[in-house]
């Protein structure tokens, strides 16, 4: 019951093929949806003037957030591992300073906001790549932090879908993944690495893109009828839906030292 499979874009090396794959690959509803939640949670932080602001794009990608950070105003540092990648960006992103660096890379600068949507379930040292994080935050600065949630409906259906077939070691949506986290692992993880969450939110409650990909256009009119009612009604970021999603993701503040 997974998703159609796609030809990934950073499996490309000429930019401009990156950035049309990119963009192929997040034109559907399920990215659409994900990122406007994503978009609406960063901007209800009523503490936070963006003009001006120093933000950490980590795993930029293509640039849908490096554009959406350069619109407020930020000055926006992008970092992706894959050159192919930083070049894509930057050709719709000419404003931002482009680095090619692992998402743990130390960059010698602070910022007021760090972003690192679907990056923590890559990485082999989780709590390394938030210490480094807090210490590249301003005091007072954000994270946000988006992942894949095996405390979700979604979990439950294509893990035991897997196992049926034989895929015990299904790992999400990515064979990349080392780990899947919910509300309790990366809460504590935040609070051992000097954050304090101060936002839930989440996305994508019933897996209607396993649907879509096996009813084809039926499956497509079921997913914008039923299957979105908890984020059409902005339920997302209230209790428990906040913490039900298959994406699960929290703004957390850096501590201020004492």
Known sequence: MQAPKKIFYKDENDPRKVLSLYKQHHDNNYDRIKEKIIKKAILQ???KKWQNKDV????????IFTRFFLDLGSKVTAIDNSRAVIEANKMDNPEAFFVVGDASAKLEKKFDFIFAKDIIEHIQNDDYFLRNISEELSEGGYVLINTQNFFSFNYLVEKTYNII??????????PDH???????????????????????????????????HFLGRTGEH?????????????LWGV???????????????????P
């Open 165 to 174: 077939i034989g895929n015990k070691g299904w790992m999400g949506w990515n």
């Open 178 to 212: 080392v780990r899947f986290y919910n509300y309790w692992l990366l809460k504590n993880k935040l609070l051992k690495n000097n954050f304090v969450p101060v936002r839930w939110f989440g996305s994508y409650y019933f897996p209607y893109r396993g649907f879509a």
């Open 45 to 47: 932080i009523q503490d």
């Open 239 to 257: 209790w428990p839906f906040n913490i039900l999603g298959w994406n699960i993701g929290v703004l957390a503040r850096r501590q201020k030292q």
């Open 222 to 234: 079921l997913e914008w009828r039923i299957f979105r009612i908890v984020e059409m009604l902005n």
């Open 56 to 63: 950490l794009d980590i795993g930029c990608g293509g640039g």
